[in-house]
């Protein structure tokens, strides 16, 4: 029987506040429509809230559950999120909530957020059906061999330079057709949640100094696992689809099936690289990315990199004689703990990789441009023009430059929060 922290034992009875259902594939949606409130859960998931609105105890919902389905419920996580949701009242919520799903950014900070509920789920469950991803992946899988057989058609970085076209006019259609490809990345990871009827919002949030784009698909929190792992890698299977036709398309050029100027080879293996970028930039393993919910989810952490940092803070105050101040985590599972240490690795590097790339990759890269701006306005030769430093610098401070104050904010802020909890 699972084990709730006390007062909230097997005894406890909870009040289920009413709710309306309606079947959405695999999964079941409850809402609450007075508030706007709705979550897929798998059907056994709905037959442990009946079971509990009937006036069942804690325990004797888990005990039926385990009659029926051969296997023990999570009890306690399952009345957290009731709770959070409003759908239960009476049990409160432990202090390690479960991560919801696709949540960039330790604070949840959005600029904005916009609804994609104009999506329909009769729609989304076509364009999320077996036959749509079997296609997709065939697609893949052949452009993939294509690539591995003939591996000069991977384009070199020497095309982001557009050697034969106008550097910023073709900088910023390949920016704005980038930006739409975020889009469909996160539309993408929409589409699976609207195919289960939950709502969906667009927001912006920042990974470290990178702005992201944030798909809010919380209302999923609860469903299949098979639901999620594919609302996760959604937008990495649009991503390479994308990539996909451009590599069949460099294919074709080389073959004379068409025929591309030299500026039109650099076009299409710009956009190419953006699209490789994105889809690495998702094994990230360190960030709260698309590859790290999958493995999160698969490993039933609840919350892996808060529980991460709060081990490594735990750490830090040890070392300085802070022992009373450390969090207990003696609530956690081995289980879990076994997999936060390791995490704990992919953490600490990653970060620290993240760091170097940026003090070894986008400084440099920086002080180039500033070199040859002081070269052009001191009256020397530079291949850039005035348009292109111009376009350098929105770049620069468009793209980099919120997502780095974004994250040095947060930074202090952190610093701030630690540097009283070691004085106090």
């Known amino acids: 029987m699972t084990q709730l922290r006390a007062p909230y034992n097997a005894d406890t009875t909870v009040a289920v506040l009413p709710f309306q259902r309606r ?114 992946l065939l697609l893949i899988g052949g452009a993939t061999a294509i690539m591995l ?126 699209y490789v970028f994105r889809v690495f930039f998702q094994c990230f393993f360190y960030l709260r990315t698309d590859l790290y919910y999958l493995v999160s989810t698969a490993l039933n952490c609840r919350n892996l990199m808060s529980d991460t940092e709060t081990m490594l803070r735990n750490g830090v105050l040890r070392l300085i004689g802070k022992r009373a101040h450390v969090t207990d985590q003696s609530g956690i599972s081995r289980r879990e703990r076994t997999a936060i240490r390791t995490y704990s690795v992919f953490y600490i590097v990653g970060r620290g990789f993240a760091v170097m790339t940026l003090l070894t990759v986008f400084v440099p890269i920086m002080a180039t441009v500033v070199t040859e701006f002081i070269t052009w306005t001191s009256g020397g030769r530079s291949h850039l023009t005035p348009l292109d430093f111009a376009l350098i610098l929105v770049l620069m401070l468009g793209v980099y430059g919120v997502g780095v104050v974004m994250w040095v904010r947060g930074l202090i802020r952190g610093l701030v929060k630690f540097g009283r909890t070691v004085r106090a």
């Open 23 to 136: 079947p959405e594939g695999d999964e079941i949606v409850i809402g609450d429509p007075s508030r706007g409130a709705f979550l897929a859960l798998p059907k056994d998931g709905v037959d442990l809230l009946d079971w509990l609105a009937a006036g069942d105890t804690v325990g004797e919902a888990a005990r039926r559950y385990e009659s029926r389905y051969h296997e023990t419920p999570d009890m306690e996580d399952f009345l957290a999120v009731m709770t959070t949701e409003g759908f239960i009242e009476g049990f409160i919520a432990g202090d390690r909530p479960r991560e919801e799903p696709h949540h960039h950014g330790p604070k949840g900070r959005r600029l904005r957020k916009v609804s994609l509920d104009w999506i329909s789920p009769a729609v989304a469950r076509r364009l999320t059906s077996a036959p749509v991803l079997a296609a997709c």
């Open 149 to 274: 057989a003939d591996l000069s058609l991977f384009p070199s970085t020497d095309v982001l330079l557009y050697p034969h076209g106008n550097f910023a006019v073709l900088s910023l259609t390949v920016l704005a057709l980038t930006l739409g490809a975020t889009f469909l990345h996160e539309l993408a990871h929409a589409t699976v949640a609207r195919a289960a009827g939950v709502p969906v919002t667009l927001g912006i949030s920042n990974l470290m100094y990178v702005m992201v784009a944030q798909t809010d698909i919380s209302g999923l929190r609860m469903a299949s696992k098979g639901r999620l792992f594919l609302a996760f890698l959604a937008g990495s299977i649009v991503d390479l689809v994308s990539a996909s036709l451009l590599v069949l398309t460099l294919f074709a050029d080389r073959h004379g099936v068409i025929a591309m100027a030299p500026v039109g080879r650099e076009f299409v293996g710009a956009l190419l690289l953006s």
